[in-house]
């Protein structure tokens, strides 16, 4: 099964994970229980995540409204 999410839906669903391991590091700091996650460039920036997710190629095609 496949489903389709479309490419700002794509993205900001890349950045909100940045900011939930953000917020997961932060918490393994403090209370020393656990393990970091691993950050991504592209969990942090709009146009690598773009970038990350394939949308790079259309959005400069002109398919996308950015």
């Known amino acids: 099964m496949a ?12 950045l909100k ?13 403090r209370s020393g229980v656990g ?11 709009e146009g690598l995540a773009r970038n990350r997710l394939g949308f790079a190629d259309l959005i400069n095609r002109g398919c996308c409204d950015w």
């Open 3 to 14: 489903l389709f999410v479309d490419a700002a839906e794509s993205v900001a669903r890349q």
């Open 35 to 45: 393990e970091r996650w691993e950050k991504r460039a592209s969990d942090f920036s």
């Open 17 to 29: 994970r940045g900011r939930q391991i953000v917020a997961h590091n932060e918490e393994v700091s």
